[in-house]
């Protein structure tokens, strides 16, 4: 007999959960724009007055910990407690309170922020679909780079080679970017850098931002050519960075009605970005 005869299926809504969506957790925003209960209505661009959105206090406190540092810690102080005394309140609920209690512009900005973001992963998927490209990251994993160039180093090998790293940030409960600690003379395991280069062979040199690959550029004769990717980040400051390293070879990024375009100083031509696009170098 087949196991698989054996195998009862039961199906649970989503507000019947806790207010922790496990797959919020697991995926982070990503699961926020592929799920069918998101708590936004994408018409009318508000919050449903009614949601089955399962993300809760995870969400309430990814949203604040990821998309709007600098604000009063009493943001995620009223998300804990609001979840604590409401197991099964939905992320609508949550927000409807906090106005009730501080006012209707109360949230707004880190809400702004986050459907922001969500519009920017949904057009990511889109582009992901249609493109096919294999992320940055997954060619140059990070951490795997900067263990061969420590070993490159100890055995007086050329490659990988660092060529800057800077802006350190320390590690602590209000750590909100997904660095990961490295080793550090000053300071052993507590510390990460926000941007770092590494040539890794004699024509290729990739750029990192908080520790994902952002830009590689490629010098050998056959195959120049730069290679970009947000990271799913699709802020001013990873536009700022990826501008900063190819504005010499006559490229740059812009944004119009908040889509990534990619435009030439010396030929006109205006390609919408994607992540993992490749522009040749002449």
């Given at each position: 007999m087949n196991a698989l005869e054996?195998?009862?299926?039961?199906?649970?809504?989503?507000?019947?959960?806790?207010s922790d969506c496990w797959l919020l957790q697991f995926e982070g925003f990503e699961a926020c724009a592929k799920c069918k209960l998101f708590p936004f209505n994408p018409k009318s661009k508000k919050l449903r007055k009614t949601s089955e959105c399962g993300g809760g206090e995870t969400l309430a406190l990814m949203?604040?910990?990821?998309?709007?540092?600098g604000m009063s810690?009493?943001?995620q102080h009223n998300a804990h407690e609001y979840f604590s005394q409401n197991k099964h309140g939905s992320f609508a609920d949550f927000v409807k309170t906090i106005r009730e209690k501080y006012g209707r512009h109360a949230w707004q900005y880190p809400l702004n922020k986050y459907k922001r973001?969500?519009?920017?992963?949904?057009?990511?998927?889109?582009?992901k679909s249609e493109h096919k490209t294999i992320p940055l990251d997954t060619h140059f994993p990070y951490m795997q780079v900067l263990h061969q160039y420590i070993e490159a180093k100890q055995n007086n090998r050329k490659y990988p080679k660092r060529l800057f790293r800077k802006s350190s940030h320390y590690f602590n409960q209000h750590t909100t970017c997904d660095c990961q600690?490295?080793?550090d003379a000053r300071s052993k395991y507590n510390i990460a850098y926000r941007d770092e280069a590494y040539q890794i062979s004699e024509h290729v040199t990739v750029y990192y931002y908080h520790q994902h690959a952002i830009v590689a550029i490629d010098t050998l004769n056959k195959a120049r050519a730069i290679t970009l990717d947000s990271c799913g980040w699709r802020t001013s400051t990873t536009k700022e960075r990826i501008n900063g390293y190819i504005g010499k070879y006559g490229y740059y990024v812009y944004q119009s009605k908040y889509v990534?375009?990619?435009s030439s100083r010396e030929i006109e031509i205006k390609t919408e970005f994607y992540d993992g696009i490749t522009l040749k170098l002449e």
């Open positions: 054996h195998i009862k299926v039961t199906t649970v809504k989503q507000n019947d959960l806790t949203i604040k910990n990821h998309l709007a540092q810690i009493m943001d973001h969500i519009n920017y992963l949904k057009q990511i998927l889109t582009e600690p490295v080793p990534w375009y990619i």
